[in-house]
T-cell receptor, first 111, second 115 residues
């Protein structure tokens, strides 16, 4: 499975746009990229998933360049409630595999 | 129903006790997972069930025993645990093991304390 590298932590203020970049140099051809959000003492929650180019939903956008070796999660106009750990995961689409979490990025939003 | 339900939410057990964690989903998902998460660490994969058969065991000690009675239910039987096994135990499910495009749905976890 492709290993992912993310910044350990990021700080932001309410109302700002936050971009978290994830590196996944060994991504396989059929791997999708998925981002999860986790609050303390809760299970991770699916945010967004993509394969290439740009994906947008009601909470975030995901930008994936043509070589797919990295991806960027964009959170528009963050609020205090977006303070959480964000995980970038790749792969686990083959039988006998499962998602392996990296260290994630702890996002702290201040007022 | 789009949820994974875990019970109990909290569990305190002695090192000689036997207890079980339960996980249930009614989304028709055919893969189910157990993860263990220590404080300020990412979730660590323990077991994977694919079509009700154990497909991955990440070298978990035998004091943890998983069971998948049917496609909707996943149990984790605990026996003779150690204090270092105290953690948040997360259950997850996904649509179709081996499908490239799938997402995991996680439960809220069971906070286990071994005394």
């Amino acid at each position: 499975l492709a290993k992912t590298t993310q910044p350990i932590s990021m700080d932001s203020y309410e109302g700002q746009e936050v971009n978290i970049t994830c590196s996944h140099n060994n991504i396989a051809t059929n791997d999708y990229i998925t981002w999860y959000q986790q609050f303390p003492s809760q299970g991770p929650r699916f945010i967004i998933q993509g394969y290439k180019t740009k994906v947008t939903n009601e909470v975030a956008s995901l930008f994936i360049p043509a070589d797919r070796k990295s991806s960027t999660l964009s959170l528009p106009r963050v609020s205090l409630s977006d303070t959480a750990v964000y995980y970038c995961l790749v792969g686990a689409g083959q039988a006998g595999t499962a998602l392996i979490f990296g260290k994630g990025t702890t996002l702290s939003v201040s007022s | 129903d789009t949820e994974v339900t875990q019970t109990p939410k909290h569990l305190v057990m002695g090192m000689t006790n036997k207890k079980s964690l339960k996980c249930e989903q009614h989304m028709g998902h055919r893969a189910m997972y157990w993860y263990k998460q220590k404080a300020k660490k990412p979730p660590e994969l323990m077991f994977v069930y694919s079509y009700e058969k154990l497909s991955i065991n990440e070298s978990v000690p035998s004091r943890f025993s998983p069971e998948c009675p049917n496609s909707s239910l996943l149990n984790l039987h605990l026996h003779a645990l150690q204090p270092e096994d105290s953690a948040l135990y997360l259950c997850a499910s996904s649509q179709d093991p081996g499908q490239a495009r799938q997402s995991y749905t996680f439960g809220s976890g069971t906070r286990l304390t071994v005394v």
